[in-house]
């Protein structure tokens, strides 16, 4: 990867981390009546929590090396992929004094990613090269995340609380069968080949709030919204073609991002 496509992968996380700063600063001054935050509850110890969200997917570095590789050149694609539901179940511990930690398994639902040529290793045109015209990919993870409350960690204890979040585990990215179309030809030729799945380490940022919504006394149920960026890593399709051909050197290839907007929901395990 080169170093100025590797900066701007991580353009996401900078501006979480600016943004992130520029919310959280004020408040570790802010008095304990703030507006609208009552006294919490004791929430110390582990916990439940389940989040539902939307992600916009980012699809980068997509490419295939053909059976007359390096003869015939590597593609490179400019692929596109569908926008879909996230969910999160996780259980962790809560330490009351800023941070908590929980490990998490998020799941996605299958997306489609299509996109044309965009070039060619041997400078060739695209004219001439084909376009990947079907494929899906679905994304399941582990992951353990890592949470930090300014106002908390500042001895405050409102139901209000501002955070941020770092995580990082392991992603299974499963590509469902794909097919590459060469229209240049007179009768166009598709090609299609098995899925595969590949695992990858991935990491995330992100920042949110928690509001909790129960009154002191009351069992704690605490209601959360977030922002996260997720890198998942690479993915990859099978070389096992489903018709007749010679396998791939390398088969279809591409990084998977993710920026998520959820809702959950957090519930202490044990009342204090």
């Given at each position: ?53 939307m ?21 490179n ?12 179940v996780?259980m ?75 995580g ?14 060469n ?90």
């Amino acid at each position: 990867m080169k170093p100025i496509t590797h900066l701007s992968r991580l353009a996401p996380l900078a501006l979480s981390v600016a943004l992130t700063a520029a919310m959280t600063a004020p408040l570790t001054a802010a008095p304990d009546n703030l507006p609208g935050a009552g006294l919490a509850s004791v929430t110390y110890g582990p916990y439940l929590r389940a989040e539902f969200g939307m992600a916009t997917t980012d699809i980068n570095g997509g490419s295939w090396q053909p059976h007359g590789y390096p003869s015939d050149p590597q593609v490179n694609f400019d692929l596109s992929g569908e926008d879909g539901s996230f969910g999160t179940v996780a259980m962790g511990f809560d330490w009351m004094n800023g941070y908590r930690f929980d490990l998490g398994m998020t799941f996605s639902e299958s997306m489609g990613v299509t996109g044309p040529c965009a070039s060619a290793s041997d400078g060739s045109s695209c004219a001439i090269h084909a376009d990947i015209t079907s494929a899906s990919l679905k994304t399941n993870a582990l992951m353990g995340s890592l949470y930090y409350s300014p106002l908390e960690a500042a001895g405050k204890n409102t139901t209000f609380n501002p955070f941020v979040v770092v995580g990082l585990g392991l992603a299974n990215n499963k590509v469902g069968d794909w097919t590459r179309t060469n229209d240049s030809l007179v009768t166009g030729v598709d090609r299609s080949f098995e899925g595969d799945s590949s695992t990858s380490l991935a990491y995330s940022l992100g920042f949110g709030a928690s509001w909790q919504v129960t009154k002191p006394g009351q069992w704690p149920v605490i209601l959360e919204a977030s922002y996260r960026y997720y890198n998942f890593g690479t993915a990859q399709g099978g070389s096992t073609p489903i018709d007749s051909g010679q396998p791939p050197v390398s088969p279809l290839t591409f990084d998977v991002d993710n920026q998520v907007v959820s809702i959950g929901v957090r519930v202490p395990l044990q009342r204090m």
